[in-house]
T-cell receptor, first 108, second 115 residues
Framework: GIQVEQSPPDLILQEGANSTLRCNFS?????LQWFHQNPWGQLINLFY???GTKQNGRLSATTVATERYSLLYISSSQTTDSGVYFC??????????FGTGTRLQVFP | KAGVTQTPRYLIKTRGQQVTLSCSPI?????VSWYQQTPGQGLQFLFE???????NKGNFPGRFSGRQFSNSRSEMNVSTLELGDSALYLC??????????????FGSGTRLTVV
């Protein structure tokens, strides 16, 4: 099956800093989503981005499908950005395969 | 519109018991899938339902089962609970069986503790 790797596993930032999270996947995909898991466990959908670039406020994402990677950019980070960020992909099997996540801690 | 609703939010059960979790998808969504999240295994796919039919199943023992009703609400059942079944169970809904422009939307999850 498709393998999904995320880096870095942990990230510690001071408020206001920028960061880039990376997601590599091992095969072509029909779907790629970035999620933020809040402290209560809910997965918040950030982007549906199987290819191309999208922006939403301080967050943006780029997926280069031909090279099998996606990047999530967080600019001017805030303490509320803390949590775990997951990349998940879907091939031809109608199920999401998740990476192991990047745990982000933003300190004031 | 309302999001994906999972009930209950928290549950404590004893080994050997069985448990039923519920998921109501976003209105109009016909696909419901279930995932298990544990610290050791991460997020793993359990099964997916579309139009009351199980379309896909993950690599879990037969103790894990589910169903979907005509109104798209779904339940999953775990029988003969084991300590290792302690996990956060997440439900996701999507408009179609294949990914749409919006992908999957997740509920807040049910945190199950088996003692």
């Amino acid at each position: 099956g498709i393998q999904v790797e995320q880096s870095p596993p942990d990230l510690i930032l001071q408020e206001g800093a920028n960061s880039t999270l990376r997601c590599n996947f091992s095969d072509s995909v029909n779907n790629l989503q970035w999620f933020h898991q809040n402290p209560w466990g809910q997965l918040i959908n950030l982007f549906y981005i199987p290819s191309g670039t999208k922006q939403n406020g301080r967050l943006s994402a780029t997926t280069v499908a031909t090279e099998r990677y996606s990047l999530l950019y967080i600019s001017s980070s805030q303490t509320t950005d803390s949590g775990v960020y997951f990349c998940a992909v879907e091939g031809n099997t109608d199920k999401l395969i998740f990476g192991t996540g990047t745990r982000l801690q933003v300190f004031p | 519109k309302a999001g994906v609703t999972q009930t209950p939010r928290y549950l404590i059960k004893t080994r050997g018991q069985q448990v039923t979790l519920s998921c109501s998808p976003i209105s109009g969504h016909r696909s419901v899938s279930w995932y298990q999240q544990t610290p050791g295994q991460g997020l793993q796919f359990l099964f997916e339902y579309f139009s009351e039919t199980q379309r896909n199943k993950g690599n879990f023992p037969g103790r894990f089962s589910g169903r979907q009703f005509s109104n798209s609400r779904s339940e999953m059942n775990v029988s003969t609970l084991e300590l290792g079944d302690s996990a956060l169970y997440l439900c996701a809904s999507s408009l179609y069986l294949n990914p749409s422009n919006y992908g999957y939307t997740f509920g807040s999850g049910t945190r199950l503790t088996v003692v």
